[in-house]
C-alpha cells in the first residue's frame, strides 16, 4: 500500500518569514496530494490540493509543487502568521472517479509554530 | 457550514460498554465513508472503508468485531466501539467523499475517553 513520509516533524519560524514542509509518497499510482491544516481537538481542513497533473499550485500566502518522478511534494507559506500555527498533514491517494471515494494515506504531521 | 456531520463530540463511557458515534453527509449522498482514528500528537490513521449496502473493509490490524460499521444509507455510517476499553480511547473521525467536487469532507471528530 502507500506510504507517506512528512518532514520536518516540528518547525518554528519568525512571524514573515516563509515555511517548508516536505513529503514523499511510495505508490505511483497516487494521483491526488491534499494538504490539511488540523488545529488541536478539531478536524483536519483543506488548505490546499494538487492532482497529478499540474506541477504547482498557489493561494495566497500558500503554494504546492509536485515532483511526480521524484514522488515527492511540498508545502509552501509565505508571510507566515501566528494563526498560521497548527499541525500540518499531507496525503495521498488515488482518485476513483466512478463508485467509491479516494482513500487517503497521511503523513505524520508537522507541528508549525509561527513566533512572534 | 459543515457538510459532514458527526456525533457525538465527546462522550465518556465505562471499561466494557458500547459507543456509538454517527456520521451524516449533510448535502451530498456518500456511497463510501472512512473512519480514521487519531491518538494524541499522531497522525490520522485510517481505520476501515465504510460502503453503503455492502461489508466494511478494515484495514490490517483493526478487529472487525470490535469496531463494527454500519452503512444504512447514502447519508448515514455508523461505527460501534464494543466492549470498549482504556487503550481505545482515542480522537475519532470520520471523512466523506463528495465525487462531483473530488474533494474529502471530514467529521468535527468524537473524542472517546474510556474509564
Known amino acids: 500500500g502507500e506510504n507517506v513520509e512528512q518532514h520536518p516533524s516540528t518547525l518554528s519560524v519568525q512571524e514573515g518569514d516563509s515555511a517548508v514542509i516536505k513529503c514523499t509518497y511510495s505508490?505511483?499510482?497516487?494521483?491526488?496530494f491534499p494538504w490539511y491544516k488540523q488545529e488541536l481537538g478539531k478536524r483536519p481542513q483543506l488548505i490546499i490540493d494538487?492532482?497529478?497533473?499540474?506541477g504547482e499550485k498557489k493561494d495566497q500566502r500558500i503554494a504546492v509543487t509536485l515532483n511526480k518522478t521524484a514522488k515527492h511534494f511540498s508545502l509552501h507559506i509565505t508571510e507566515t502568521q501566528p494563526e498560521d500555527s497548527a499541525v500540518y498533514f499531507c496525503?495521498?491517494?488515488?482518485?476513483?472517479?466512478?463508485?467509491?471515494?479516494?482513500?487517503?494515506?497521511f503523513g505524520t504531521g508537522t507541528q508549525l509554530k509561527v513566533e512572534l | 457550514g459543515a457538510v459532514v456531520s458527526q456525533h457525538p463530540s465527546w462522550v465518556i463511557c465505562k471499561s466494557g460498554t458500547s459507543v456509538k458515534i454517527e456520521c451524516r453527509s449533510l448535502?451530498?449522498?456518500?456511497?463510501?465513508m472512512f473512519w480514521y482514528r487519531q491518538f494524541p500528537k499522531q497522525s490520522l490513521m485510517l481505520m476501515a472503508t465504510?460502503?453503503?449496502?455492502?461489508?466494511?473493509?478494515?484495514e490490517q490490524g483493526v478487529e472487525k468485531d470490535k469496531f463494527l460499521i454500519n452503512h444504512a444509507s447514502l447519508t448515514l455510517s455508523t461505527l460501534t466501539v464494543t466492549s470498549a476499553h482504556p487503550e481505545d480511547s482515542s480522537f475519532y473521525i470520520c471523512?466523506?467523499?463528495?465525487?462531483?467536487?473530488?474533494?474529502?469532507?471530514f467529521g468535527a471528530g468524537t473524542r472517546l475517553s474510556v474509564l
Open positions: 465504510s460502503n453503503e449496502g455492502s461489508k466494511a473493509t478494515y
Open positions: 448535502d451530498f449522498q456518500a456511497t463510501t
Open positions: 505508490d505511483s499510482a497516487s494521483n491526488y
Open positions: 496525503a495521498a491517494s488515488t482518485i476513483i472517479l466512478t463508485g467509491g471515494g479516494n482513500k487517503l494515506t
Open positions: 471523512s466523506a467523499p463528495s465525487l462531483a467536487k473530488n474533494i474529502q469532507y
Open positions: 494538487i492532482r497529478s497533473n499540474v
